[in-house]
């Protein structure tokens, strides 16, 4: 089985914390903008006060990577079009972006875009499992310089690989992913005396019970010399080698002092008894619930349209779900625990280095969810671990949706706009069908007596 579910590139997310505008790419920011005001993509008015009529102004949606995509099922772009305007379409996979050239999805060039329905009637076949990545770029252009297109959003409709597992995706190839990728703890280590005078240090030779997994050297002083640690003599470090190289030797019989970041091991207790200390620092979650679940109302539906055929899919609203977390923490020494706490604050007031705030992405949807510190860390009432310094934390992962309920297939409402003045044809009957682009119904469709 797998789940079909809609990507919103909505130009404006308020109750996100970001700021979209910063994921969007522009082609010519003095012709084309996200306007602040409106929250469109549109052509910047000039100093003439009349719009640009170049072919190949473009902006490009924030590049998505839903780990659960299989394929791409629909494009839809909303906006106003006024006479005289279009806009024209290609997908980027991630590296490219490309457009169907009658044959296949072929990488563009300048003057390569498709209309919405090209796209959509050749989206079946546009390779997004590689990559595991998509983007909508859109091309607005304008013959008459006294308007321009405006795109307020765009829906794309995909199908995952499988169904997907919401707790397990959120909880597991999210959160604790993100945490164990992000969590870095500075650690000081001062070195024995060198036996003979060297350029560089191999920290395979100081392996010892407490071993670290280093990833980075960030400063190396020659603590003998200079005990206040203020020449920095570090050249390069490569941690495939774990071989740290100085800009100057230090002598014979001077001790070294390192400034290291290392990894923190994030773990899953998947036992009440769990005591095995594995490796130091860790981070251990072991403690979840859901604080708060409801449905969301009904207007948090989703649907989308496939214009030229009017087919449309629907989602039914999510269901809303807030977990409560607890974490243990375990370093060997009363700094590093100090060191760990402020990295963790960190993470939860800045956020990911991926991200632009304090959100953790689902790794299956590419969604955003808040999370938020809730209680520092604590030390326990007595130690458990000997020497082993400890503390518990909790955390709050805010609003996350899970579509439990199936997508549903259905067809657009068609809306009519009707001016009749007078019985005897002498005026005619304007009427217009949604996503129709000129007026397709006569009269003769549409008697009125």
Same mark, same amino acid.
């Given at each position: ?28 920011? &003095?012709?084309?903008?996200? #306007? ?19 072919? #190949? ?25 006024? &006479? ?48 595991? +990545? ?45 945490? +164990? ?23 395979? #030779? ?41 800009? =100057? ?21 998947? @036992? ?55 974490? &243990? ?24 280095? @991926? ?28 130690? +458990?671990?000997? #020497?082993?310094?400890? @503390?518990?934390? @909790?955390?709050?992962?805010?609003? =996350? ?49």
């Amino acid at each position: 089985m797998s789940d079909r579910l809609i990507t919103e590139e909505i130009f404006w997310e308020p109750h996100q914390g970001f700021d979209v505008r910063g994921e969007t790419v522009i082609s010519d920011d &003095t012709k084309i903008r996200l #306007d602040a005001k409106d929250f469109q993509i549109k052509l910047k008015l000039q100093s003439d006060f009349r719009y640009p009529t170049d072919a #190949d102004l473009h902006a490009r949606s924030r590049t998505y990577n839903p780990g659960a995509v299989a394929k791409l099922l629909i494009v839809q772009v909303n906006g106003t079009f006024p &006479t005289g305007t279009s806009v024209g379409l290609r997908l980027f996979d991630g590296t490219d972006e490309r457009y169907w050239d009658g044959g296949a999805w072929a990488v563009a060039g300048a003057s390569d875009w498709n209309t919405e329905a090209e796209v959509n009637a050749n989206l079946a076949s546009f390779d997004v499992e590689t990559s595991r +990545q998509f983007a909508v770029v859109l091309n607005l252009v304008t013959t008459d310089d006294k308007v321009t297109p405006e795109v307020e959003s765009v829906f794309v409709l995909w199908e995952s690989e499988r169904e997907i597992d919401w707790a397990d995706d959120l909880l597991v190839d999210s959160l604790v992913a993100t945490l +164990q990728a992000e969590l870095r703890l500075p650690v000081d280590q001062a070195l024995p005396p060198l036996p003979s005078a060297s350029a560089s240090i191999d920290l395979d #030779d100081y392996r010892g019970e407490d071993d670290l997994t280093v990833l980075d050297v960030t400063a190396v002083y020659d603590y003998t010399a200079d005990p206040g640690r203020r020449v920095n003599l570090l050249s390069s470090y490569d941690s495939g080698t774990r071989v740290v190289t100085l800009t =100057a030797p230090i002598p014979q019989g001077n001790k070294p002092y390192l400034r290291t970041e290392v990894d923190v091991h994030v773990a899953w207790d998947t @036992s009440r008894d769990f005591s095995e200390l594995g490796k130091l620092p860790q981070v251990v979650v072991s403690g979840v619930e859901s604080a708060r679940s409801s449905p969301w109302p009904d207007w948090a539906k989703q649907g989308i349209v496939r214009k030229d055929t009017y087919e449309a899919v629907e989602l039914p609203a999510p269901y809303r779900v807030t977990y409560d977390l607890t974490a &243990t923490a375990r370093t060997l020494r009363t700094r590093d625990m100090t060191r760990l706490h402020g990295r963790v604050l960190r993470l939860f007031l800045r956020g990911p280095s @991926s991200e632009v705030g304090p959100f953790i992405r689902s790794a299956a949807t590419d969604r955003r969810y808040r999370i938020l510190l809730r209680d520092e860390f604590r030390k326990p009432a007595s130690r +458990q671990l000997g #020497d082993v310094e400890e @503390s518990t934390f @909790s955390f709050e992962l805010r609003d =996350a949706a899970f579509n439990l309920r199936a997508s549903e297939d259905t067809f657009a409402v068609q809306r009519f706009v009707m001016t009749i003045a007078r019985i005897d044809g002498a005026e005619a009957v304007k009427a217009e069908k949604l996503g129709a682009p000129t007026p397709t119904t006569t009269p003769e469709q549409i008697l009125v007596t």
